[in-house]
């Protein structure tokens, strides 16, 4: 089972840039696709961003679409999240998640671990 930890995020202003990491630990990271979520306080987890286990495959949200980026690094077992623009509606605990093998997915339910988030907030 893979460990994930985040970092990366803060308090910046809306139009601002953040970039999220996601590092990973305990098992191989390759064989792995990753995803990113968020949730902002009551409402409920949503995808944000995912790539396969060989970094292709990049599926994003909508919402975050031509603005946020997702890398990832094999060699240094971690994941990326570039986000742009922000606007206060993107603000919410990010999560990245891993999914052995396969592409990443919109769906939360087939990710089999997950970190355990940093706080993204965007002023107006």
């Known amino acids: 089972q893979v460990q994930l930890v985040e970092s990366g995020g803060g308090l910046v202003q809306a139009g601002a840039s953040l970039r999220l990491s996601c590092a990973a630990s305990?098992?191989?990271?390759?064989?792995?696709?990753m995803g990113w979520f968020r949730q902002a306080p009551g409402k409920e987890r949503e995808f944000v961003a995912a790539t396969s286990w060989n970094g292709g495959n990049i599926r994003y949200a909508d919402s975050v679409k031509g603005r946020f980026t997702i890398t990832s690094d094999n060699a240094k077992n971690a994941v990326y999240l570039q986000m742009n623009s922000l606007k206060p509606e993107d603000t919410a605990v990010y999560s990245c998640?891993?999914?052995?093998?396969?592409?990443?997915?919109?769906?939360?339910?087939?990710?089999?671990?997950w970190g355990p988030g940093t706080q993204v907030t965007v002023s107006s």
């Open positions: 998640a891993a999914k052995l093998r396969g592409s990443g997915s919109y769906d939360a339910a087939n990710y089999g671990s």
């Open positions: 305990g098992s191989t990271f390759s064989w792995y696709a």
